[in-house]
């Protein structure tokens, strides 16, 4: 096409040429500014603790068990089931910064507690030797955000079929770190999580 005629193409077509620009060059603004925080971003830095719920077992778990931080170091609580009661059963995840794998934690609990038996707490041996914050935010930046996504159409909306996924990650300033729970967990649907404490270091 000549140059007169290519320039006369232009401004007849201004509007449908801005029309097709226009997203592309948003779309490529939008993708740049995602890239950037990973590479200006350092990885996390520090190994992660969480809690997450068990699928419901039958016959019902005959012991419950949450995990909290005091004092700079992590505790399971045990109690007995409440009778013809249904309570959240917990389980204790790590996630690991050098590999990114999140890891169950074993906890050794005992067979049963009786209905009249108090709440107590128990070390998690495993972690007796490391110093763990209870901080929303870790030293490095890096914060646990979870959401909910995911939708079944017009067609499911219509008709009440929610189906939501949820997912956990570790944000900060726009970098995103994806945390993949281990089954039964993550299958098929990640289970709710919670932030426990972040490893600081080895305990004195």
């Not at 097709?20 to 995602?34: E, H, K, Q, R, T």
């Not at 007796?128 to 499911?156: C, F, H, K, N």
């Not at 281990?182 to 080895?202: F, H, K, N, R």
């Amino acid at each position: 096409m000549p140059e007169e005629s290519r320039g006369g193409f232009l401004r007849n077509n201004a509007f449908m040429v801005a029309a097709v620009s226009l997203p592309v060059v948003v779309a490529g603004l939008f993708i740049l500014a995602s890239a950037v925080p990973r590479w200006t971003v350092p990885p996390p830095s520090y190994d992660l603790l969480l809690k997450t719920t068990r699928p419901y077992t039958q016959p019902p778990a005959t012991v419950l068990v949450d995990f909290n931080v005091r004092n700079g170091r992590v505790e399971a609580t045990l109690s007995p089931p409440v009778p013809n009661g249904y309570a959240q059963q917990w389980a204790l995840l790590l996630f690991n910064h050098e590999t990114g794998n999140v890891e169950e934690i074993a906890i050794d609990l005992p067979a049963a507690m009786a209905q009249s038996e108090p709440p107590r707490t128990m070390a998690v041996d495993s972690l007796a030797a490391r110093r763990v914050s209870a901080q929303t935010m870790a030293p490095d930046g890096y914060e646990l955000r979870t959401r909910s996504s995911g939708s079944p159409g017009i067609v499911g909306d219509l008709f009440g079929m929610g189906r939501y996924r949820q997912t956990a990650a570790l944000v900060n300033e726009g970098r995103v770190v994806g945390l993949n729970l281990p089954s039964p967990y993550g299958d098929p649907y990640q289970s709710p999580v919670s932030l426990v404490g972040w490893i600081l270091e080895e305990a004195r």
